[in-house]
Structures are given as structure tokens and as C-alpha cells.
């Protein structure tokens, strides 16, 4: 056997001597003492307002790396209680030959969907600013799951997904920035909405499709294409405009402050004809919002248009004005 040969099957020996030994480290590592160990540290430094818990937290080491645990659940005086089957974590190694950590994040049965984040944290600079990098993938959001988070009591059916990518500044000196680009799976249906001092009961108002498509930059959302409906649905709304929004952080730790200032939105909002016999209410609702001063109606035999602009500061102070061509 030549040197060379001798070399290479001592290296061999070598590398397969520390795998055994990584695997069979990580199989007797007693993770179930290191998962309780986490969820007291994240109640500690919360100040006990976050708990998570979970379940047989264990290593996989295929496709890649990574910690995985079942049965998650986020607990928090701020919102209701975050459930998920299953959750995974691997490093990204190439970020953290960079000096940048970072990795995937894949959570399943979130809300009834499956969750796909890429993210690396960014170290500050000596003013502060950061640029983590943000990517998501998200799939069969069940509506009627989230609804209840909602600022408004409401009952909504449907399934939505998505994906975008963002750089973020935690220090919000620098506003966030990147791109969005989310996308209904099935029909969206509103069956109740409650709004103060009333009950609105909507009857079978049900989308098809629901697009919302754009864009952040310089405190800005800009909305290229936002679309709830089709032509055949009995209400059609299509939009696209911006949104002058910045955030900030909020006095709570961890808690952010959007600011609205300034909106510009041109709509197209269609109705049928049918919805007066479905829902008169809502139909006449919606007649008598608009008229010539405030949108461009053109009318037909099956159907009602309104084109008009949205203008506002803040979220208050707003104004409806014709809109001669979409």
C-alpha cells in the first residue's frame, strides 16, 4: 500500500470515527431536559407574559441538520394561545461561516397550514441599524382559525397562502423593506360580522379568488394588485394604490407600532343585480355610499360599477372622489 493510500483509508476511518461518535452523542443528549430548559429560559426573559411548551424534542439529521419538536403551543397575555403539530429548525451552515446566523424554520399545522421561513440575523452597526433577512412560504392558512385574532368579532371560511421576502431593521431606523404576494387556495366566505352597536349577518358572500399583491420601501406599501372576487361573484372589488405606513417599536419588548399616514387607493367595486334578492340589506348598503359626487357609476342590466379614488391621512381623516378610468 502506497503512503498516499495509507493516508487516505486512515482519513476515512477517521471521519467515519467522529460520525459515530456525533450520532451517538446526539442519541443518548437528553433533550427532554434541554426543552425544559428553553421554556423556562423564554418565560424568564419575557418576564413570564410568553410560555412555550413542546413535546419529544429530538435531533434529525436528514435532508439536513436541525431540532425538531412536536405538539407546540406559544401561550401570552397579548394574544390567544399559538398551537402547532410539528416545528423544525437547521442551521444554515454557509451563514454561519459568514458570521451571520442563521437557518429554515418549517412549522406544520399552524393555524392549518404549512409554514416555510429562511431568515439570517444581521449584526448592528455602531448607530444600531441591522438588516436581517426575511423569507417565508406559506401554505392553506385556514381562515376560520385566525379569525378569532382578528380586532373584530367575524366568521370567515377559506384557505389562504403565500410568500414574500423582507430586510428588517429591528431598530426600525430603516424602514422594512421587500416584496409580497399572497393568494386565496379556495373560496373565501363571509358568514358574520360583527361591527360596534350592530350585527351584520352576510348571506353567502363568497369570493372565489383573493389576491393581494406589492411591494415595501421607504414607509411605503405600495399595492400592485389586490383583487377580492371574480366578475361572476355577486360583489367585485379590484384596487391598487399605496398605503404611507412606518413602523416602530412599541413599549412593549418585542411589540411593534404601524403608523398610518397618508393613503392614495383607486377601486373598482362591481355588484350584481342578484345580490338585492340574496342580500338587500348589504345591497342597498352599498348604494347608498356611493353616489356621482363620490364614484363614477356606470350601471347595466345585470350589474352596478363604481370607480372611485380613496384618499386619506391616517385611517380617519378619508375622501371618496370619481374615478374616470381604472
Known sequence: MSKKAFFKTILKYFLLYCSALM?????????????????????????NKVFITFENMSLDLLPTPGIAVESLSIDSQSFPRIEANSARFSPSILDLLKLKPGGKMQVDGLFGSQLSTKFTI??????????????????????????????IPITVTGRIGGQGDFVVDQSFKNQPEGAFNITSSQPIKFETLN????????????????????????????LDEVVLGTPNNDIYLQARGSVQVTFAAGRKP??????????????????????????????????????????????????????????????????LTPLAQF
Open 122 to 151: 444581521d449584526t448592528p452597526d455602531d448607530e444600531g441599524i441591522t438588516g436581517h433577512e426575511v423569507s417565508f412560504e406559506l401554505n392553506g392558512l385556514d381562515l376560520k382559525e385566525i379569525a378569532p385574532m382578528a380586532p
Open 254 to 319: 418585542g411589540s411593534i407600532t404601524p403608523r398610518f399616514r397618508r393613503m392614495d387607493l383607486r377601486m373598482k367595486l362591481a355588484r350584481l343585480n342578484r345580490l338585492k334578492q340574496k342580500d338587500s340589506f348589504i345591497a342597498n348598503s352599498i348604494d347608498f355610499l356611493f353616489d356621482d359626487s363620490k364614484a363614477k357609476i356606470n350601471e347595466t342590466a345585470n350589474a352596478k360599477t363604481y370607480q372611485f379614488r380613496l384618499e386619506g391621512v391616517g385611517m380617519r381623516q378619508t375622501r
Open 23 to 47: 450520532l451517538f452523542a446526539a442519541l443518548l443528549f437528553p433533550f427532554s431536559d434541554l426543552g425544559d430548559q428553553v421554556s423556562s429560559k423564554i418565560a424568564q426573559a419575557t418576564n
Open 195 to 222: 361591527i360596534p352597536q350592530a350585527s351584520l349577518v352576510l348571506t353567502d358572500i363568497e369570493f372565489s379568488q383573493v389576491t393581494l399583491k406589492g411591494e415595501m420601501t421607504e414607509g411605503e406599501i405600495k
